[in-house]
């Protein structure tokens, strides 16, 4: 089926979002949006707009697809332009502390005067309330709140940081945009606008909720590095090979352990191959996998199991990813002003999404979007004179 230009735009085409600048999983979040389509006026500080920088792309990735104008929140005329953007607009997000907006003058009540319909999505840690909310954080805590970081390390070890992607991207920034998305569903059937609070603790526990079901079934230990998916299971695990480098080795069903050991020939002469089914087993049975592991290059054994139900992949690090041959077969990354940067996701058949615009500088559409709203060259400069945009 011919894809018009108009599906060629994303799923989200049509939808304005205005993003008060923040940091992590708010500009996740715009990112997402953006990618499927929506038009995102990004509002940068005042302060960072650099006009000798138009016209490049901003390093940041996580602000691509949209556009950027920079105000100043505080000023009188800085407000009432934020608050122009969002009479024309169909969501709104933040990443304040709680009571920032408000005491900015563009809070939800604000907003929602001038557009009912509005979308107001709101990014924290914590949450919009409760006794941690004023406060700062940052995603190790959340995660050490919800029980998350607990379970990621190895056993009798100290809990390891997953990166920031299981809270400020999964928990945070992802719970974020299926809120706002949501919220616009409603608003297209005929609800009025709403306010959206994503707090990171709500989105990681949620995340959790397999965990807590295993627990409540006997099949989950509280202690770490000890279960199936935590590391603990021999044939759920990772090894180093040959060279120093790593495979992941995910053989959890009977019949794809039976594919890794047929192929790799499990055990080396000399070891055995105990029963993978009692856990007092595993360690003898990691420690014969080890050395297996450790008898071919990482390469060499992916051209020996990638291929099959053996369910191993080498452990690839930033600069390779983009050049394993399935990503690139699906495209998994692209390449944008000669940066190569993860694709958008997920796919649609109907309306494709694609990286529309490189990251923008601050600043850089101030004139452009203020004259979209109905704002003419003279107030334009009459604003930017008083120090409100730029």
């Not at 924290?124 to 409760?130: I, K, R, Y």
């Given at each position: 089926?011919?894809?018009?230009?108009?599906?060629?735009?994303?799923p989200l085409a049509g939808v304005r979002v205005v993003e008060l600048a923040g940091i992590g999983p708010g500009p996740f979040a715009a990112m997402m949006l953006a990618d499927l389509g929506a038009d995102v006026i990004r509002v940068d500080r005042l302060t960072d707009v650099d006009p000798s920088a138009?016209?490049?792309?901003?390093?940041?990735?996580?602000n691509r697809g949209r556009r950027s104008v920079g105000v100043d929140l505080k000023s009188a005329g800085g407000r009432e332009a934020?608050?122009?953007?969002?009479?024309?607009?169909?969501?709104?997000?933040?990443g304040f502390r709680p009571g920032v907006t408000e005491r900015l003058g563009?809070?939800?009540?604000?907003?929602?005067?001038?557009?009912?319909?509005l979308v107001y999505g709101r990014m924290?840690?914590?949450?919009?309330?409760?006794p941690s909310a004023p406060y700062a954080g940052h995603d190790i805590d959340y995660l050490a709140l919800t029980g998350a970081l607990h379970g990621i390390g190895r056993a009798d070890e100290r809990p390891v940081p997953p990166l920031n992607l299981l809270g400020d991207f999964g928990g945070g920034g992802m719970m974020l945009a299926l809120g706002v998305v949501s919220a616009l569903y409603a608003v297209r059937g005929g609800a009025t606008g709403q306010v959206i609070d994503a707090a990171i603790v709500d989105g990681v526990a949620v995340l959790g909720t397999q965990i807590h079901a295993l627990r409540r079934l006997g099949r989950w230990q509280d202690p770490r590095g000890v279960n199936l998916l935590d590391g603990g299971a021999p044939f759920y695990d990772t090894y180093e090979c040959a060279d120093g480098r790593h495979v992941a080795v995910g053989a959890l069903e009977p019949?794809?352990?039976e594919e890794l050991v047929r192929r790799t020939g499990f055990p080396l002469p000399g070891d055995e191959a105990p029963d993978r089914t009692d856990p007092a087993h595993w360690p003898a049975l990691r420690a014969a996998w080890a050395r297996l592991f450790r008898t071919r290059t990482r390469d060499e054994w992916a051209a020996l199991l990638t291929a099959s139900d053996a369910c191993v992949a080498p452990v690839l690090d930033w600069a390779e990813a983009p050049e394993h041959?399935?990503?690139v077969a699906r495209d998994t990354f692209v390449v944008r002003d000669g940066v190569v940067q993860p694709a958008p996701a997920p796919r649609f058949s109907g309306t494709p999404t694609s990286v529309r615009r490189p990251p923008p500088w601050p600043g850089e559409h101030t004139d452009e979007?203020?004259?979209?709203?109905?704002?003419?060259?003279?107030?334009?400069?009459?604003?930017?004179?008083?120090?409100?945009v730029g």
């Open positions: 089926m011919a894809v018009t230009a108009e599906q060629a735009a994303g138009f016209g490049t792309a901003h390093p940041d990735l996580l934020v608050l122009a953007l969002a009479q024309s607009a169909d969501a709104l997000i933040e563009l809070g939800p009540a604000d907003c929602h005067a001038l557009n009912p319909k924290t840690g914590w949450g919009q309330d409760g019949r794809f352990y041959p399935h990503l979007v203020l004259a979209e709203i109905g704002y003419g060259p003279e107030r334009v400069a009459a604003l930017r004179a008083d120090g409100a």
